[in-house]
């Protein structure tokens, strides 16, 4: 059985940092591409980066320099610098889906693939 799950979101004031872990079971992450997606209220899924098999990595613009997304074994990471309020979200890992006629490409298809549950980020002014 697959199953992705999240841990690690948390209340940050802006500004502040945290790391989102998702582990793995059921199917491995090394020959996978990976990202992380986040859903606010009123908006939107949107994807936040992405972890090619290749070890390629995509960001979406608004987080690139602040977010990096790593893996290791059955893990796989969101580490989260200088947070936003408008990071506020919850934040899922996911075997990305890709749309090449979109503006970014891996669009958020929580149907399809495998997605964990979402950990909640708040990050406050």
């Known amino acids: 059985e697959v199953q992705l799950v999240e841990s690690g979101g948390d209340s940050v004031q802006a500004g502040g940092s945290l790391r989102l872990s998702c582990t793995a079971s059921?199917?491995?992450?090394?020959?996978?591409?990976m990202g992380w997606y986040r859903h606010a209220p009123g908006t939107d899924c949107e994807f936040v980066s992405i972890?090619?098999?290749?070890?390629t990595t995509y960001y979406t613009d608004s987080v690139k320099g602040r977010f990096t997304i790593s893996q290791d074994g059955a893990n796989l990471y969101l580490h989260m610098n200088s947070l936003k309020p408008e990071d506020t979200a919850v934040y899922y890992c996911?075997?990305?889906?890709?749309?090449?006629?979109?503006?970014?490409?891996?669009?958020?298809?929580?149907?399809?693939?495998?997605w964990g549950q979402g950990t909640r980020v708040t990050v406050s002014s």
């Open positions: 059921g199917f491995s992450f090394e020959d996978t591409d």
């Open positions: 996911a075997t990305p889906s890709f749309d090449p006629l979109t503006r970014e490409g891996w669009v958020c298809r929580p149907g399809v693939g495998y």
């Open positions: 972890i090619r098999s290749d070890g």
